[in-house]
């Protein structure tokens, strides 16, 4: 008899032990930066519920109710986020991960091996959502001075919580694979999973939530609410985990909801694990047999770039990194999600009302425009870590190909340079051009800001270039985890320094000119020279920051021997 | 102690094996070849346990794997062509946790482990990291799981990819040995002089279905060759004789 399903897990644990042991360079760095980021985050998330509460907690009966509410919204949120998310966890633990191959064969009972599994989607499904909730229910908490039996409910209700949509998600799961191929189905989710994303980001900034935050519109804040407590419905789980937890902040033991989540939760798992006795090895072998992919054929991609002036070398390169990342739906979908963060970003500037501060709307206008600069800036700098800093990597084992022909590898470096600033240029003009002329600023302002993106565009593409050929991790699974490891946290440090030192070199001359402008002064020779200088300088970095970088890159990948 | 009966799997319309039929018995070494795409590795993964056949039945020392899957697989040691190691573990960690999945823990599982790393010299590893290890080094890894819990059945998908010579040799001695000691091998290889020096008995696969079954002797006389090498005979019952002239 094997032992009990724990002892499936126990390659992750010794894993992670091992891994914590022999620590690699950069671990220490990328550790203490996502964990500083966490501790932020989560911060910033117990404050506001903290301040949130502490505000209505006067209110009495209209600050309970919308507390209520709030539990009741905040659980119904995330039961569908992790309704979803499990269904592409459970995707990867039944029926896509690696061990599979080792596990299956050996003979391990059917139901332990379903509880590791189950275990598995449970905790990749919901860790995020526990760890966004638990300093939420806490700061509510503190600052309703609830009582021991309130965080005693947080923990007995929010476990059930999580498992209820996963196993939900699993059984979707193993429906959809019954029906479609374990890695098509993952590739379908993934896209709605994103088209899903996309629409309520758009759907939340195009209502204009601002609007309820002015006088005016105090009627429609009372419709708002209405609107709000229709599908807080009796029959869902978030239901009952935010009427455990408004009993509890009262002193009260709500043991009929906390029963109904338990014994949901139970049914459910007892459900899904006959689900999977009767379905997951048929499936499994169905996941195995996918016939011929489906593909994109692309077939006037060729003949386009057949146009360019470029050796075939260099041709062949780019049109091999194109139909591998138009193939890949997980790659380009993504783009779609920075289309739409884009499209928010500039229609904030649309609906940005300075005019209502006159005597400081163009000054205001004018620093906005910096601001935008950064923005744009930092954008950038986040498609290129995601994007262009793992292309070398990204030829992972087949990088002997390259290696092996008769290509320079500078030429090959270069290759992936352009190929991804053309791309990433056009988004941060885009960007910068359409922000601008929304906000209203000097020409000047637009045209320098216009120029300024153009240079700094050229170095964070250089930068992260030549990083990741200086960084590559050709055994990565996914550009994901190259973006994440110790090259990738380096560039983002490297590049907001860049981006800040940048943005001062260009925002202070033109501050400088600016306020000459505005008084219609003639500007002094000193001070021209020294906009001159400042400008001149940004250029230099800028210029200095993508040569060196792909240079470094050249030499590191001529370094690998 | 493998027993397959009648065994298919069709992939939509496509039948990758077709009524395969096998019978490996205790102590012999049971050579699976066939050119590529002629269904060795789907028949072998539906022996494993990794894929469900659609039609037919496959027993491991009398156990049926569809009825009593732990059982069967219990039997059984399993060497994939392409092997899954947790990459973070040691080499230790490793088979303490394959002994697990097949019941074995404490001291006993450290020193069958010992036994095993120290006969296919890896002692000195035990206590690195997987990700460290060469292929050939890896492949022995794999070979030492499979043998860790003292199968009467082992399942060997080409077992001599990325080996060097000395590493071969090592493997083909432990084949003959556990042989000796009464446990059936089939093995699918590509490597026809391993099978010719090591195979009891040989099965030819071919568009899915057994083509030519016998010791070495036989096929030749089946195939009509005089030639004492096993490449001929292969190539003449698999039709692959034929070469195209190309411009090179």
Redesign the interface.
Known sequence: ???AFP??L??IF???R??AR?RQRGDGLRAALFGGIGLLVAAALFAIAFWLTWQLVDYEELGDYLIRLGLGWLFLTFLSFVAFSAIVSALTAFFLS??L??????????ARLFYSLFSRTVVQAGWMVVAFVLPVLLGLGLAHCAPTVYYATAVLSVVPFVVIPSAIGTLLTLGLVSVFPARRAREVLMLMGLLFAVGLVLLVRFMRPERLLTVQSLPDVTAFFATLSSPVTPLLPSFWAGESLFRALRGELDLLHLSALWTTAGALTVLTRAAYGRQH??A??KA??A?KARFTRLALLEPLLRLLPLGAARRALLVKDLKVFLRDTTQWSQLLLIVALALVYVYNFRVLDLDRIPYMSRTLKNGYAFFNLAMAAFVTAAVAVRFVFPAVSAEGPAFWIVRTSPVRLSSFLWSKFWTGLVPILVLAEALTIASNHLLGVAPVLRGLAACAIAFMTMALVGLACGMGAEHPRFSAENPTQVAGSYGGVAFMVLAVLYILTCVVLVAWPVSLYLWYDYRALPIPPRDEIRIALALATAAALSVGTFWRSMRRGVRALEALG | MIGVESLVKT??S?RAVDGVSLEVAKGEIHGFLGPNGAGKTTTI?MI?????PSSGRVTIAGKDLARE??????E?G?I?D?????????AA?FLR??G????L?GAPVEARAHELLELFELTKWRDE?VESFSHGMKQRLVMCSAFLHRPQAVLVDEPMVGLDPRGARLIKDVFRVMSRKGVAILMSTHTLEVAQDLCDRISIIQGGRIIARGTVSELQALAGSENPQLTPVFLKLTGGGAFQEIEL
């Open positions: 008899m094997t032992a002892f499936l126990q390659p010794w894993g992670a091992n891994r022999r690696e061990d191959r080792l596990l299956l064969p050996a003979p391990v009972p059917k090895f048929t499994w072998s195995q047999e016939r | 992939f939509g496509f993964r494993a346990g990794l894929l469900k899957p732990e059982a069967a697989k219990r059984l399993f994939p392409r092997p899954f190691i947790y990459e973070k573990l040691t960690e946790f394959h697990g999945l097949y019941g823990e990291l």
